[in-house]
């Protein structure tokens, strides 16, 4: 994968992850349906952007997949569901440094959902590598490779919609502020 993120998630946290793995799973399953519905959250508020449909359809139906699977393995695991959502530092630290007005928030919520899923592949394949050999590890390798692409997409459609410089603007202020959220946000059984 291309350099998109500027900074590398520590080995503690994986560690501290399989440490906490059913916490853990509870959370990504959460993340997962967060971001099915952040994919139809696009088709929502931008239905004038004909572009985004398709590809935000597809995804929002692929991150279902994925908290499908992980709902099967928390049950399998006789663990359920989380009762409520928990206040995620690392988005809504990256959210607050967002501009505002249409074309803005538009762009600015492209470029941060690209990083945020960079992120996510990033951490999957991290902790599959601190994984024993075993269907967990089969499986977060697979999903790794599964989400490895999905940043590309948010990153297309802003080329396409935003010319290349305010683009490339964009993803470097993002970047900064994607680096440092994750590296403030507190040590949790979470994926971010």
């Known amino acids: 994968m291309e350099q998109v993120l500027l900074s590398k998630s520590p080995d503690a946290w994986a560690k501290h992850i399989l440490d906490h793995f059913d916490d853990f799973l509870r959370d990504h399953a959460s993340c997962e349906r967060k971001a ?10 931008y239905p004038d952007r004909d572009a985004i449909i398709e590809p935000m359809v597809s995804l929002a139906r692929e991150e279902l997949e994925h908290f499908h699977q ?17 206040k995620d530092f690392y988005i809504n630290e990256i959210l607050s440094h967002l501009r505002h007005g249409r074309d803005e928030r538009f762009l600015d919520r492209l470029i941060m959902s690209g990083l945020v899923e960079a992120r996510g592949h990033e951490r999957f394949s991290l902790l599959a590598q601190h994984m ?5 590890r089969d499986f977060y390798t697979q999903l790794a490779e599964r989400e490895a692409g999905h940043y590309k997409i948010f990153i297309r459609l802003a080329r396409l919609y935003f010319d290349a410089d305010t683009v490339k603007e964009a993803v470097a202020r993002i970047q900064k ?3 440092e959220a994750m590296l403030k946000a507190p040590l949790n059984a979470t994926l971010h």
């Open 132 to 136: 024993e050999a075993g269907k967990m």
């Open 70 to 86: 992980v709902f099967h393995i928390l049950r399998k695991r006789g663990q359920q569901l989380g009762r409520a959502d928990h």
């Open 36 to 45: 099915a519905a952040l994919a139809m959250s696009f088709v929502t508020k």
């Open 177 to 179: 502020v994607e680096s």
